[in-house]
C-alpha cells in the first residue's frame, strides 16, 4: 500500500512538472547576425501560455552548446558572468520577460550555437538559439605588377582587400564588360579568422586594353561593398610599350617621305626650266622649218622625261 501511495505520488509530481513547463516558453530568435568587433544581441523572451500571467523568472543560464561552463548565470537575485558578456537590459531583476544575452567586441569565437535556459516559479524552459557574424571588407587597392627585365614578359593588375567575413569575392569590370573569368583569386584566412582577398587580372603582351578597369568587392550574400579604379591610359604595360614604337616609327617614316617627295620636286623644277629654256631658244633661232620641229619634239620629251 505505502509503494502504491509513494508511486501516485511522485506520477502526480511529474505531471505538475511537465505542466508547468507546458505554462512558460524561451521565444529565441533562431538565428541573430552580430558584427565582428562590435556589440552582439542573442534575442530571448520569456511568455506564459497563460494570459495575463506574468511568471517571476528564479534562474537564467546562458551557455555555448554543448559547454559545461556557463558565460552567464543568474541565480536567486545574484548574477555572475564571463567578461564581455551580460544580459542585454540594464539593471535586469526577475520580473523582466526579456532575458537576451548581450557580447561586447565580438570574436571571431562568439560564432557558436547558445543555450537558454530559464526556471521561473511557473515551469522551466530551454531553447536554442545562434550567432552568425559578417564584416565589411576594407576598400580595395590595385596596383600594377613589378615590371621585369623582358619588357614583353607579361604584367598583371593586382587587387587587395582584407577584413571581411564571410568569404567573399573581387571581380573585375570594364564599362559594361566583365573580365573576372581572365582574372585568378585567392582567399585566406588572417590570424583574427577574417579573410583577405587577392585577384590578379594578366595584361597580355600585344593586347589593346580597355581605358580603364575596375575591381569590384562583392560579400558572401552577393551584394556590392566596396570597389576601386586603375586608369590603363599612361601606364607602360607590354600592349603600351609596343605601340609607343610604333609612335616612334610612324613620324618617321613619314618625314623621311615627304623629305623625298621635296627632293624629287626640286629635280623636276630644275630640269623643267631647263627644258623650257631650250624651247625658248628654238623659238628665237633662224633656222629650217623641219629642224624647227624636230628641235620641238626634243624639248617636248625632255619636259616629260
Not at 576598400?139 to 613589378?146: F, G, H, V
Request: glycine share 6%; aromatic share 8%; charged share 25%.
Amino acid at each position: 500500500m505505502a509503494r502504491s501511495g509513494l508511486l501516485w505520488f511522485f506520477t502526480v509530481y511529474l505531471s505538475t512538472l511537465q505542466i508547468q513547463a507546458a505554462l512558460v516558453n524561451v521565444d529565441c530568435t533562431k538565428e541573430n547576425i552580430g558584427v565582428f568587433g562590435q556589440q552582439s544581441m542573442l534575442e530571448c523572451v520569456v511568455t506564459c501560455k497563460i494570459k495575463g500571467k506574468y511568471p517571476k523568472i528564479l534562474t537564467v543560464v546562458w551557455k555555448k552548446d554543448g559547454d559545461d561552463d556557463p558565460l552567464l548565470k543568474y541565480d536567486n537575485g545574484k548574477l555572475e558572468h564571463s567578461p564581455r558578456y551580460s544580459l542585454a537590459v540594464p539593471s535586469w531583476n526577475g520580473n523582466n520577460m526579456n532575458v537576451s544575452l548581450l557580447i561586447t567586441n565580438t570574436e571571431m569565437a562568439d560564432e557558436e550555437d547558445y543555450t537558454c535556459m530559464v526556471i521561473t516559479n511557473s515551469g522551466s524552459k530551454t531553447s536554442l538559439t545562434s550567432l552568425k557574424l559578417k564584416a565589411k571588407y576594407n576598400q580595395p587597392t590595385i596596383e600594377l605588377s613589378d615590371e621585369k627585365n623582358d619588357p614583353n614578359d607579361e604584367k598583371s593588375l593586382i587587387c587587395r582587400t582584407d577584413g571581411g567575413y564571410p568569404r567573399g569575392e573581387l571581380r573585375w569590370f570594364s564599362g559594361n564588360d566583365e573580365w573576372t573569368k581572365s582574372s585568378k583569386m585567392e582567399a585566406n584566412k588572417m590570424k583574427n579568422g577574417l579573410f583577405s582577398i587577392t585577384s590578379r587580372l594578366p595584361l597580355l603582351p600585344g593586347s589593346t586594353f580597355p581605358p580603364q578597369y575596375t575591381c569590384v568587392v562583392y560579400n558572401a550574400s552577393g551584394s556590392i561593398e566596396d570597389a576601386a579604379t586603375f586608369e590603363v591610359d599612361g601606364v607602360m604595360g607590354a600592349s603600351n610599350m609596343k605601340s609607343s614604337n610604333a609612335n616612334v616609327v610612324a613620324p618617321m617614316v613619314t618625314i623621311g617621305s615627304l623629305l623625298v617627295g621635296l627632293l624629287l620636286l626640286l629635280v623636276f623644277r630644275r630640269k623643267f626650266f631647263q627644258c623650257k629654256r631650250r624651247m625658248d631658244y628654238t623659238r628665237d633661232e633662224d633656222i629650217e622649218e623641219g629642224e624647227l620641229e624636230n628641235m620641238k619634239t626634243d624639248a617636248d620629251t625632255c619636259i616629260k622625261s
